[in-house]
């Protein structure tokens, strides 16, 4: 052989040969207090895997967020095409081949689905597989409340593509998406029967009653009750159902019929979508739904959104990833990666309604680091389309998603305040909640210890929108719980509104609920009227909320000065005057009040 035909063979060779190197630990997490291992993971359990590659222009998105979102910025309200978007956060070519490379050694290439932007890959594969792919050893967690994941607590990534790759879900996620109004009263037929229809002129002291909050009190107590939407083709707002939670469509007739007689036929009409199929169910719950409450949640949400703001049309994602799992399922439903799961959907829609709604929180510290970035600049991208994403501060004050938490930290085991996520993202607006009228204070429900939530992230650094307002709460509460948060952290919530004994119909009667979940409908039904306004006169709507809210749609909120974010033993951030981590800005402006 010649030595030119053997040097072609030996490059056609190299050519062939997929770059080697050396596994090394991508991301450690260490398993929350609430789980513990029950065993090795079944090896046939298939697991629909998502990598996400390093995103290319990902600082220029952000930067152009900022300017379009900045109500003194000539760029203001020019939002950002899907296709622009796209192009901002596509991975670079080298990433995506060597990424590719090494899958295509495990996974046939016919079987990876790509995101629009190719900056995410999900296949599924068995566990036995995975663990190849990642050199890693899945097992079955057992979290306190009786369900199971499989997760591991570690994964190793070739050397060459530690920097091309954010993150590989699901791995070491133990996020639990949980919805902020676990607490609810079972306050069967009429008790506190709350003046349902009321003088459609009335005061705040006729038609509100604190025993039993409904859509026209809102309506009255917030200023929204004279108007009407005048372009709801051009404008939409949304909701998001996890975890099995559903939207009862007769059960928000029952209720619209009760509170909103005019808006009855939405009940009807209002467009569900499925998404990883999540649940569309319309059949009566089952046994262990009614036990477990499904569907409170979901009706509270449907309910106070078309109660406050129909006709503007409402739109409604149902998002699987909390299913039971059993050891031999061989379907690949072993996913509880929600946020990620929807999220991705939503960015490849065309159109994405203005506002959305979402009243889900997970302790931040469950969630990994990778995870949680990702997740969040995934918001960031739905931000820069000109979409509000709305989400509650949590319902357990500073002690974490729900009241009594361990409040202890997954990194050393020592007591912190327990920040949440996704409100510790600094491209989502955090919604806090309210009691009593005139004045409102910060929300707390003796009888389930429902405490508003607020808090400082330990993954976000401090957005610069909120340093001076930030800077100034700190000066105000001084030292006291200085140990327990981190001052450097993105703070929370950025506003509030009423969170105290909603009326809702749920399995066919009258419930009473509490939660920053209804603070953050009725809020996110308040700015789609907003947007209609604004969109009716020929402006664009909102978009990100908190660069203007930060800056001048403060002005828009009253400040709430009293009352804190009980939790951990402590009273809590206490509200205060001025922006405070448990009411944000405080409550919109009423002109009626
Ligand atoms: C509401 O309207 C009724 C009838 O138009 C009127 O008599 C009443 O004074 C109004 N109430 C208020 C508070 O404006
Ligand atoms: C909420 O309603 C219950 C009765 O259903 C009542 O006991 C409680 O005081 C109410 N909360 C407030 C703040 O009024
Ligand atoms: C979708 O969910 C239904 C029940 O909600 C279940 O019967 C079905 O197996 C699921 N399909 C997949 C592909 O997971
Ligand atoms: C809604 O809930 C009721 C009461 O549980 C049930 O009878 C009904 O089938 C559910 N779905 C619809 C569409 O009504
Ligand atoms: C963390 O602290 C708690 C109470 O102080 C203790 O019960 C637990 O065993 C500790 N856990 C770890 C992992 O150190
Ligand atoms: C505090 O927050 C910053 C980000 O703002 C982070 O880098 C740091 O690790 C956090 N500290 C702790 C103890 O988590
Ligand atoms: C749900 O409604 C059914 C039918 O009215 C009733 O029998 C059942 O007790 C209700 N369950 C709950 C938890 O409210
Ligand atoms: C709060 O105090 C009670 C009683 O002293 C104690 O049992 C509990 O562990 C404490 N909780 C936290 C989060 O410190």
């Not at 306190?144 to 790759?165: A, F, Q």
């Not at 039993?212 to 009407?228: N, S």
């Not at 379907?331 to 999220?343: G, I, R």
């Not at 209609?532 to 020929?538: H, P, R, T």
């Amino acid at each position: 052989m010649s030595t030119i035909l053997f040097t072609a063979a030996l490059l056609s060779l190299c050519a062939a040969t997929p770059l080697q190197s050396r596994y090394v630990v991508k991301e450690t997490h260490r398993v929350p207090h609430e789980f513990s291992r029950e065993g090795n993971a079944p090896s046939q359990a298939l697991i629909r895997l998502s990598v996400g590659l390093k995103q290319g222009r990902f600082h220029e998105l952000e930067k152009q967020l900022y300017e379009i979102s900045d109500p003194d910025h000539s760029h203001y309200g020019q939002y950002l095409s899907l296709d622009e978007v796209n192009e901002l956060v596509k991975p670079k070519d080298e990433s995506l081949e060597l990424v590719q490379e090494w899958l295509h050694q495990h996974v046939d290439p016919k079987n990876i689905n790509y995101s629009p932007a190719r900056d995410f890959l999900t296949f599924i594969l068995p566990v036995a597989k995975v663990e190849r792919l990642l050199e890693t050893k899945y097992s079955v967690y057992r979290h306190v409340d009786g369900s199971t994941i499989i997760r591991t607590p570690e994964w190793k990534l070739p050397l060459h593509l530690h920097d091309h790759v954010t993150a590989i879900q699901p791995t070491t996620s133990f996020i639990r998406a949980v919805p902020q109004s676990k607490t609810y009263l079972n306050v069967p037929g009429t008790v506190g029967h709350p003046l349902p229809y009321g003088p459609s002129n009335g005061t705040v002291d006729q038609v509100c009653n604190t025993r039993a909050v409904t859509p026209l009190c809102l309506r009255t107590l917030y200023g929204t009750v004279d108007y009407k939407p005048k372009v709801p083709g051009q404008n939409q707002v949304a909701l998001t159902d996890y975890l099995g939670e559903l939207n009862n469509r007769s059960d928000t007739e029952i209720y619209l019929q009760r509170y909103r007689p005019e808006a009855v036929s939405a009940a009807y009409k209002f467009r569900q979508i499925s998404i990883a199929n999540g649940t569309l169910q319309q059949t009566p719950n089952s046994p262990a739904q009614l036990r477990a409450g499904t569907g409170i949640e979901g009706n509270l949400d449907a309910e106070t959104i078309l109660g406050i703001s129909w006709p503007t049309p409402l739109l409604a994602w149902s998002t699987a990833g909390d299913p039971p799992f059993a050891p031999d399922i061989d379907n690949p439903t072993v996913d509880n990666e929600p946020y990620l799961t929807w999220v991705n959907y939503v960015l490849k829609q065309d159109f994405v309604p203005q506002v959305i709604s979402n009243s889900y929180e997970d302790n931040e510290q469950t969630v990994p680091y990778s995870y949680a970035n990702v997740v969040c600049s995934q918001f960031a991208q739905l931000s820069a389309r000109g979409v509000s994403i709305l989400f509650g501060s949590g319902d357990g004050g500073v002690g974490g998603v729900q009241p009594g938490g361990s409040c202890l930290s997954n990194v050393n085991n020592q007591t912190q305040f327990i920040p949440l996520f996704p409100s510790s993202c600094p491209y989502v607006t955090s919604v806090g909640a309210t009691v009593n009228f005139k004045p409102e204070v910060a929300a707390y429900d003796p009888r389930n210890k429902f405490s508003s939530g607020g808090g400082f992230s330990n993954y976000f650094p401090q957005p610069k929108y909120q340093a001076e307002a930030v800077s100034e709460y700190l000066d105000t509460i001084g030292e006291e719980f200085s140990p327990l948060y981190n001052k450097s952290g993105r703070a929370y919530p950025d506003l509030a509104a009423y969170g105290v004994n909603y009326t809702i119909i749920w399995n066919g009667t009258l419930r009473l609920v509490d939660g920053t979940s209804a603070s953050t409908p009725a809020m996110a039904a308040i700015f789609a009227l907003l947007n209609d306004a604004l969109i009716s006169n020929g402006k664009p709507p909102l978009g990100f909320l908190n660069p203007w809210l930060y800056k001048k749609g403060k002005k828009a909120f009253v400040d709430v000065t009293s009352g804190s974010a009980l939790g951990c033993n402590t009273t809590g951030f206490p509200a205060t005057k001025g922006w405070d981590a448990v009411t944000g800005f405080g409550t919109p402006v009423s002109p009626a009040n």
